[in-house]
């Protein structure tokens, strides 16, 4: 895998980790053995306005070797992060994100899923978010320009809430969507839509949902633009949070080529 090194970030900074949903699926190679990417944020400024940014974040991924009827046989991923915002001595943001998700495939097409994770976020009022679950991928489609996978798994869910005297618990139904691709025959240009849904069994109008895409394009070599967009809802959300979130990024990646 080559080293990838962000150095430039035009807007937003370590990616915050919210109550709701974690994309699990891009961003990971596809060489087998060890492979990750970590970041790590500072800035400071002061003046008419006092802005103290703290973050880091990183993913790391573990694949075995390739098998004669598919690209892997095992798969596993951890992910984490953690930022912090303060405005003038307030702070703005203070979350904090770990995940672990290990796939095992049985077949070229399916694959056994299993994970677990847990958040916190302290302005959408959450002490902890906990959760494990498992369940199957499904990949219908692998071709060498693009590929979809699809997931479904039962979900059990421990929330901790600021100022409410009972832990929720919920058992869910998770669902994903992933698709990746390149819209060019000179793979210049790529695409990456995820999304997840994930409704409460005993109530499906209890609902957590995720959509995220991202477009690439590389503009030399080295260096290659990123446009990302998502947006993620929680249709019962705590008391005095907004259900709905999004978020604009646009990054760019300058690859260091193998020497």
């Known amino acids: 895998m080559k080293p990838v090194l962000i150095l430039v970030i035009l807007f937003g900074v370590v990616r915050s980790a919210p109550a709701q949903i974690v994309n699990t699926l891009s961003g990971f190679s596809d060489v087998p053995a060890w492979s990750g990417v970590a970041e790590a944020t500072f800035a400071q400024s002061s003046g008419n306005t006092d802005v103290l940014t703290l973050g880091a974040a990183g993913k790391v991924q573990w694949q075995s070797p390739a098998r004669p009827e598919s690209a892997w046989g095992h798969r596993v991923r951890l992910l984490g992060g953690v930022s912090r915002t303060d405005v003038n001595g307030n702070t703005a943001v203070d979350s904090s994100m770990g995940h672990l998700r290990d ?44 590929s979809l996978s699809l997931g479904a798994a039962h979900m059990v869910e421990r929330e901790d809430i600021r100022d409410v005297n009972e832990p929720k618990h919920a058992q869910r139904l998770s669902t994903y969507l992933y698709w990746h691709g390149d819209l060019t025959d000179s793979k210049t240009v790529g695409v990456n839509v995820t999304g997840f849904y994930q409704p409460r069994w005993s109530d499906l109008g209890d609902v957590r949902a995720n959509g995220a895409a991202e477009l690439t394009a590389r503009l ?18 705590p008391t005095n949070v907004k259900a709905t979130d999004w978020r604009y990024q646009t990054r760019l990646t300058f690859n260091i080529p193998r020497q």
């Open 103 to 146: 796939l095992h495939r049985l077949r070229p097409w399916i694959s056994t899923l299993a994970f677990a994770q847990i958040q916190r976020d302290r302005f959408q009022r959450l002490r902890s978010r906990l959760l494990v679950g498992a369940g199957f991928q499904f990949d219908p489609v692998q071709r060498s320009n693009w």
């Open 220 to 237: 030399g070599p080295v260096v290659t633009l990123g446009l990302v967009a998502s947006l993620q809802n929680n249709s019962r959300p």
